[in-house]
């Protein structure tokens, strides 16, 4: 006979927003962060993300806060130091949390090789532990994972998709 758990589903909100590069699903607890953020053509990703870092979730439609839809919004019409006003929150493994704060201190404008990051974070030879924590960051351009590039500068992964990735690079004035 299976195992049910007992444990109460984590309960967030769920709101859509539009962007230039898509529809931005928002997902935030009951004080107002963001737990994550994706796009809708990935709802299932991400989805089975919020699963994996929180077990049983309810996602229910919930305006996310007025001043973190303001801020994303100035954020995408090119005030970017806006990304610094919305309150976030994430669960994840001790690695995953220290590369997710790693990346939401990598300025706008401003790209770091995925060698770079681990170096960053003391630990120089777990580059591809970078990149799959990288590959699980919940909250997209807030926590910006699309600033991290290969070694040779070249965009590669991006869970958005590329050409998500590069519209945010060169709305930030990364060359690519």
């Known amino acids: 006979m299976p195992v049910r758990s007992t444990k109460t589903p ?5 709101d859509r927003m539009a962007t230039p590069i898509g529809i931005a699903l928002l997902v935030t607890d009951a004080e107002g962060n963001l737990r994550a953020l994706d796009w809708d053509h990935y709802e299932h ?4 993300l919020l699963r994996l870092h929180y077990g049983a979730v309810d996602l229910s439609h919930r305006p996310a806060p007025a001043g973190m839809r ?3 919004s100035g954020y995408f019409e090119g005030d970017l130091g806006q990304l610094a006003g919305v309150a976030w929150r994430v669960a994840g493994t001790p690695f995953q949390q220290k590369v997710w704060t790693a990346l939401a201190q990598i300025p706008a404008g401003t790209t770091m090789s995925y060698g770079a990051m681990a170096a960053r974070i003391a630990m120089p030879k777990a580059i591809r532990a970078v990149g799959h924590a990288n590959g699980s960051n919940p909250i997209s351009v807030v926590l910006p ?3 991290l590039v290969g070694a040779d500068g ?3 992964k991006y869970g958005g998709g590329l050409e998500r990735k590069r519209w945010l690079l060169r709305h930030e004035g990364v060359e690519v």
């Open 10 to 14: 984590e309960r967030f909100g769920l």
């Open 45 to 48: 990703r991400m989805r089975e």
């Open 70 to 72: 303001t801020a994303l």
């Open 145 to 147: 994972c699309h600033r």
């Open 154 to 156: 070249s965009l590669v």
